[in-house]
């Protein structure tokens, strides 16, 4: 147990809905990313966010939005979903944010299936 | 943007050492090497990471090379929970602390 949490675990939508996927980070950790792990593209970072402020932006879609609330949790949103945004999305959290290190432990993810 | 280069599979008899190699040339001087692994579609477990040094945890060794430019991760004694894809990577990015993942090395461990 990597002492990262993320809800739901599995979610099942329709094309065009809009959905939020929820990450609690390891206590003590300031900085949440995400990622999408998808078939054909492997593990892809989306986007950072260290105490509350984006501090790196990735291959994320503009349909793609994410922020994280003072206690810290992150939530990534996902609009107007379409059949290749099913994926698996991981949230990480580490320590720091800044470049130069700082391990990332991962949460057990979340299973979109867009039909 | 320090990238990496591993084999795509590699087979390691149960009980024998397996040992993983990463290409990362591109490396700069202040930039971590870490090692995952991900098992089935499980999140990414950390396994080790090292800057110049070599290191050793209770799940693995690493050894890195005197010019950086390459690593291999050790499993002393692999097992069949080991069978994972390994993944080698640097921070990727001027900014913040990304990784880039790339298309590790998927280990089968052979009973």
């Known amino acids: 147990d990597s002492g990262v949490t993320q809800t739901p675990k599995h979610l099942i939508t329709a094309t065009g809905q809009r959905v939020t996927l929820r990450c609690s980070p390891r206590?003590?950790?300031?900085?949440v990313y995400w990622y999408q792990q998808s078939l054909d593209q492997g593990l892809q970072f989306l986007i950072q966010?260290?105490?509350?402020?984006?501090?790196a932006k990735g291959n994320i879609l503009e349909r793609f939005s994410a922020q994280q609330f003072p206690d810290l949790h992150s939530e990534l949103n996902l609009s107007s979903l379409e059949l290749g945004d099913s994926a698996l999305y991981f949230c990480?959290?580490?320590?720091?944010?800044?470049?130069?290190?700082?391990?990332?432990?991962f949460g057990p993810g979340t299973r979109l299936l867009v039909l | 943007d320090a990238k990496t280069t591993q084999p795509p599979s590699m087979d390691c008899a149960e009980g024998r050492a397996a040992n993983l190699p990463c290409n990362h040339s591109?490396?700069?001087?202040?930039?971590?090497v870490y090692w995952y692994r991900q098992i089935h579609s499980q999140g990414p477990q950390y396994i080790i990471h090292?800057?110049?040094n070599n290191e050793t945890n209770e799940m693995a060794s690493l050894i890195i090379t005197e010019d950086r430019k390459s690593s291999t991760l050790i499993l002393p004694h692999a097992t069949l929970r080991d069978t994972a894809v390994y993944y080698c990577?640097?921070?990727?990015?001027?900014?913040?602390?990304?990784?880039?993942f790339g298309t590790g090395t998927s280990l089968t461990v052979i009973p």
């Open positions: 206590s003590g950790d300031l900085s």
């Open positions: 966010y260290y105490n509350g402020e984006e501090r």
């Open positions: 591109t490396i700069s001087g202040n930039e971590y």
């Open positions: 990577i640097v921070k990727w990015g001027n900014t913040g602390n990304q990784f880039y």
């Open positions: 090292g800057l110049k």
């Open positions: 990480a959290s580490s320590v720091g944010g800044t470049s130069g290190g700082g391990t990332q432990y």
